[in-house]
């Protein structure tokens, strides 16, 4: 009795999340070859050396506004977001390439619509909540399914032509066995994509339940600098890499506080966040006033700062980057074989 409430969740759920699941598994599917995407359609952006964070400095020193990251082997440009939302990419003689207004190109609708559902906030919202009910489905699905006696053949799969009769077969078997093969990524796709959405409260949450210090890893944090000045962003740069060698700047505020201070994110050689989430704030013509380090913070907190790197397979290399990959084409595949098969079995009727 209770597998047949479960197979009802989870018929319901996925056809009410069908579509969802199909557009959002397509368009982080494509965005995880973004780079690429973009190279493809911006030849200029094909740059063969990486600009020096010297000459990223030059450029940021152009805005007051907005954001800007630095140089890297997987985006080889200077990128700036201005105030706007506009996108500019540069090159290390601080030629402009493009820009790229929001929602100007179909690369940017894809990362608007997979973020956000072209809604802004209230998208964001959404996402969570559609999130947690994909895992729903994903649980509903499993129990309905899990076998009594397990056997490879309860994950072989025959292949029929769809207008056969036994078409109907080929697409349940299909449904079970990609769901079953690719759980696992299948799983960690939707559990980290629902808490990127709710990043604030797993944040909290994971900081109150492993509250403990990492020791070991922090080294003896140096005395701040407050007889060096920086007036730019090249000056800041330097004090960084004096004041944390070990440490590589990755995002930097381009429009600066309250109170006037500009900010800076970093990232160590051993950290998955690929912008980093160490943090030095420096005041306007003036020194380093404060460092945090991500390493000095809780255990929970730290592991709350790897999710973003599993969804988007910044870490893993190759194995973790397929294993993604095929866990986004099997949330595609799932929604349509499963729709299929439920209007093919309710035709039959």
């Not at 990251?69 to 390439?97: C, H």
């Not at 619509?113 to 072209?118: D, G, I």
């Not at 078409?167 to 349940?172: I, K, N, S, V």
């Not at 912008?275 to 991500?294: C, E, I, K, T």
Request: charged content about 15%.
């Amino acid at each position: 009795m209770w597998r047949h409430g479960f197979g009802r969740v989870h018929k319901w759920l996925g056809l009410s999340l069908a579509l969802w699941m199909v557009l959002v598994a397509l368009t982080g599917t494509l965005l995880l070859y973004k780079t690429e995407l973009l190279q493809l359609q911006y030849p200029q952006l094909r740059l063969v050396e990486i600009p020096s964070a010297t000459e990223a400095a030059v450029v940021f020193n152009r805005f007051d506004a907005g954001y800007a990251y630095l140089p890297r082997a997987d985006k080889p440009w200077i990128e700036v977001v201005d105030g706007a939302g506009t996108t500019f990419y540069f090159d290390g003689s601080g030629k402009e390439l493009l820009a790229r207004p929001q929602l100007g190109d179909w690369v940017s609708w894809m990362v608007e619509f997979h973020h956000h559902l072209l809604l802004h906030e209230l998208g964001k919202d959404i996402m969570g909540i559609l999130g947690l009910l994909s895992l729903l489905l994903v649980i509903a699905g499993v129990v309905r399914w899990w076998p009594r006696h397990w056997s490879w053949r309860v994950l072989s799969v025959r292949f029929v032509r769809p207008r056969q009769r036994q078409f109907m077969a080929t697409l349940w078997q299909l449904h079970r066995s990609s769901g079953v093969i690719f759980l696992v990524p299948i799983a960690v796709l939707l559990l980290t994509g629902t808490a990127i959405m709710y990043a604030a409260s797993v944040n909290a949450g994971l900081s109150q339940l492993l509250p403990q210090k990492v020791p070991q890893t922090v080294p003896q944090q140096a005395k701040l600098l407050p007889q060096t000045t920086a007036a730019n962003w090249q000056q800041r740069f330097a004090i960084a890499n004096q004041f944390w060698p070990q440490q590589t700047p990755r995002l930097v505020y381009l429009a600066p506080t309250e109170e006037g201070n500009y900010r800076m994110r970093l990232q160590h050689a051993d950290e998955w966040h690929p912008n980093g989430r160490s943090y030095l704030v420096f005041a306007p013509q003036g020194p380093l006033l404060s460092a945090d380090d991500v390493r000095a913070k809780s255990l929970g907190f730290q592991l709350s700062q790897m999710v973003y790197p599993l969804h988007i397979a910044a870490v893993g290399g190759w194995f973790w980057l397929t294993a993604v990959l095929l866990g986004g084409l099997a949330l595609m595949l799932l929604p349509i074989t499963g729709v299929w098969f439920w209007w093919r079995r309710r035709a039959h009727r």
